[in-house]
């Protein structure tokens, strides 16, 4: 009897976490590189003083998108830069592209660009590069 009384409790507990948002798993927003000719949209060796423009798509997978951000890093560090930060509204927050153009340092070594996008709940997709500048 204590078994089966057990065994109905379970089965109820399971029937209303599954339908609860805790175990849903949440989809972050989609984002990638934009290619072609004008972009860099993989990891590359570049000249010091160079011009890169990269772009991003990123799309609403779940929950509306909030931000765009991007930074960066020099030389392997962990530490990272805040270059921009967007706040998307109306229909960005749907669905956003933007070119970034910037130039490489003058120095030789490596670069890290990181392009984040966050939706409404705080689910992260972010894409990176690295630039080894010579």
């Not at 409790?9 to 972050?28: E, M, Q």
């Not at 765009?68 to 030389?75: A, G, Q, V």
Request: hydrophobic share 30%.
């Amino acid at each position: 009897m204590k078994t089966k009384f057990l065994s109905i409790l379970l089965i109820g507990a399971l029937a209303s976490f599954s339908s609860c948002k805790l175990f849903d798993p949440h989809k972050p927003p989609s984002v990638s590189f934009k290619t072609g000719t004008d972009y860099t949209s993989e990891n590359a060796t570049v000249d010091k003083g160079q011009t890169i423009k990269v772009g991003i798509i990123a799309n609403k997978e779940e929950d509306d998108m909030k931000t765009y951000n991007i930074s960066y890093s020099y030389d392997a560090t962990t530490t990272t830069t805040t270059k921009e930060t967007f706040t998307l509204s109306g229909s960005e927050a749907q669905r956003y592209e933007k070119d970034y153009e910037f130039t490489t340092r003058n120095e030789s070594g490596t670069e890290k660009w990181y392009f984040t996008v966050t939706d409404r709940d705080g689910n992260i997709a972010k894409l990176s590069l690295t630039l080894t500048v010579n």
